[in-house]
């Protein structure tokens, strides 16, 4: 299934007759950000026929009551209101001003009208927590923000937030992850809408690529929410953090907190949005990432310092989650820091990059079976459920249950629609590398 399939779970709600499907209504708050707030009145509200791209009509409409004020101060006037939500096929929340306020009680019932009446409702970065307010993404896979993601999971336990992906489709509601990523969800629409040909023509006015690969992976840190400070995990995960270099699995970390591995799966998705194995892997991948750009070391070597058990299972998380192999990664990188130089041996050439390059290009040669090699030359989300960390994803045990990690709808491809629903929480998952 394409990345751009839009078959909703349930059947979808017939639009209202009053609705119209070319009309767009964006949805404006005080102390938005104007880069996320222009993005949709960039894309739906400028006549680009000419292009070849068809004419959406937009109505931009007000949230609460006026002024709006951006937040860089700037002050909008909105020339609708919420009554004009009623005429609209699609709605769009760009943003929200604060993840720890609750949005304005008119605003959520509009869009609780909007949705019940068939329109299609979407949340850019922050503006999920709006759509998640109003009980839109209730039993829902949705994405925002890498850095808000675990606030999410954690104030709205019923949403199925992943962090990875740069938009969710779910049919009738749509979220996106921060900035630029509203503009890959909103050439969505209009590939859906449209066609491709018509949000190629698009892209291409805009001046940004027509699909992005890749999710947010690349842009992880290694911080966590500040909620977890005081909390017992805190030491756990310290200790993680520490020890990566060590070839340990979920199973260890539950010990460590006194827990059962159910209990701490729970545990730790609440605290953090992330179930521990993903979470685990995540940080292995961006330690690999770091002695990549900083030091000579093999990939081999890499492989070993990030807790990885092979070199296969380094190489088989390192694409899947940003997109090339390791050798190719370190490539890239000392092609644009050409006097960046590497901290530890940098006289030493990295010879088994090369024998790594040279293992993956048999393994390409050889047939596909399932759990092997060719598991791991999977694109990005689609590898296995979990968004890749299932059976064949590179020296997790082929054939186990994964953890209920997230556990969103499968990725078809690269960033689009998810499938499936999550796994139970508590399923055994396998250990890391």
Known sequence: ????????????????????????????????????????????????????????????????DAPLRTTGGLEL??????????????????????????????????????????????????????????????GRPATTHWMYAPTLAKRYPSVHVDPRE???????????????????????????????????????????????????????????????????LAEVVAWALEHLHEQFDVETLAARAYMSRRTFDRRFRSLTGSAPLQWLITQRVLQAQRLLETSDYSVDEVAGRCGFRSPVALRGHFRRQLGSSPAAYRAAYRARRPQGG????????????????????????QPSEPGGPAALRRPHGAAGPGGGFGPGSGGLDA?????????????????????GRPTVPGQRDRPVG
């Open 342 to 365: 590497a901290a530890e041996r940098p006289d030493r050439p990295d010879r088994t990059d090369h024998r790594a390059d040279r293992a993956e290009i048999v393994e390409q040669r």
């Open 166 to 232: 740069l938009f969710v489709d779910d049919g009738d509601v749509l979220t996106s992850a921060g900035t630029a990523a509203g503009i890959d969800l909103c050439l969505h629409i209009v590939r859906t809408d449209h066609g491709a040909e018509a949000a190629g023509a698009l892209a291409r006015r805009l001046v940004v690529p027509a699909r992005r690969s890749g999710g947010q992976e690349r842009y992880l840190d290694r911080s966590l929410p500040e909620e977890i400070g005081a909390d017992p």
């Open 77 to 138: 006037t909105a020339p609708y209101g919420l009554e004009a939500l009623a005429r609209a096929g699609t709605v769009v929340v760009p943003a929200w001003r604060s993840i720890t306020s609750p949005p304005p009680s008119e605003a959520l019932e509009a869009l609780r009208r909007a949705h019940e009446e068939g329109a299609r409702i979407v949340g850019l970065c922050t503006g999920a927590f709006v759509l998640a307010a109003a009980g839109l993404l209730d």
């Open 1 to 64: 299934m394409s990345q751009d399939s839009t078959t909703a779970p349930e059947a979808a709600r017939k639009l209202s007759g009053r609705r119209r499907r070319e009309i767009v209504a964006v949805l404006l708050f005080s102390g938005g950000p104007i880069f996320e707030s222009s993005i949709p009145l960039s894309v739906f509200g400028i006549d680009r026929q000419d292009a070849g791209v068809p004419r959406y009509r937009l109505l931009v409409c007000a949230g609460e």
């Open 399 to 419: 054939g186990k249950p994964e953890s209920d990690a997230y556990a969103p709808r499968l990725p078809e491809q690269g960033t689009g629609r998810l499938s």
